[in-house]
T-cell receptor, first 113, second 116 residues
């Protein structure tokens, strides 16, 4: 079935640890890729997006993601996490001819000082 | 500037009652989206508007759900004869444009609906 998969449901890290959250999608054709973040008590907000071009994209707050077409993946990374990165992270896609976001199930990240 | 606003922020209703949820998009945004966030189903698309028309209603769970948008601005999501499985956070988003799926969507704070 067509879907967006986030295999890490809950990740616990200490501050300064490196982070990588997995995202895979199973749609054929052209897709647009997004990572959204929801901090506790706040709205969903965009972290970064990829449409085309350089497969390594940089977003806000030191996050980056790499699109690997052969692996149909768009993993989110950060070299050194902070306590303030504690949040839920959602990978999402839009198909080329539609504007609706299709979300993964989310990854809850907890960072301890 | 002002972001997407939604009202009410919380709604508790009895099973079988109708509810209306409101979304005020960012001024000037032509596209408006409704999503639902629940424990069992995650974040699901419901419907979106380009201007006042809704080209994609594929996410509406049943004919008890409907939405309209008037004047290219405010939108109302109506749920008739609410059921307990309708309990969720209903999120609204808006974007400056539409087409090709590349416009950033700005989300509101959501309406938490509880059906008792």
């Amino acid at each position: 079935a067509q879907s967006v998969s986030q295999h890490n449901h809950h990740v616990i890290l200490s501050e300064a640890a490196s982070l990588e959250l997995g995202c895979n999608y199973s749609y054929g054709g052209t897709v647009n890729l997004f990572w959204y973040v929801q901090y506790p008590g706040q709205h969903l907000q965009l972290l970064l997006k990829y449409f085309s071009g350089d497969p390594l994209v940089k977003g806000i707050k030191g996050f980056e993601a790499e699109f690997i077409k052969s692996k149909v993946s768009f993993n989110l990374r950060k070299p050194s996490v902070q306590w303030s990165d504690t949040a839920e992270y959602f990978c999402a896609v839009t198909l080329h001819n539609t504007d609706k976001l299709i979300f993964g199930t989310g990854t809850r990240l907890q960072v301890f000082p | 500037g002002a972001g997407v606003s939604q009202s009410p922020s919380n709604k508790v209703t009895e099973k079988g009652k109708d509810v209306e949820l409101r979304c005020d998009p960012i001024s000037g945004h032509t596209a408006l989206y409704w999503y639902r966030q629940s424990l069992g189903q995650g974040l699901e698309f419901l419907i979106y508007f380009q201007g006042n028309s809704a080209p994609d209603k594929s996410g509406l769970p049943s004919d008890r759900f409907s939405a309209e948008r008037t004047g290219g601005s405010v939108s109302t999501l109506t749920i008739q004869r609410t059921q307990q499985e309708d309990s969720a956070v209903y999120l609204c988003a808006s974007s400056f444009g539409y087409g090709r799926g590349q416009y950033e969507q700005y989300f509101g704070p959501g309406t938490r609906l509880t059906v008792t």
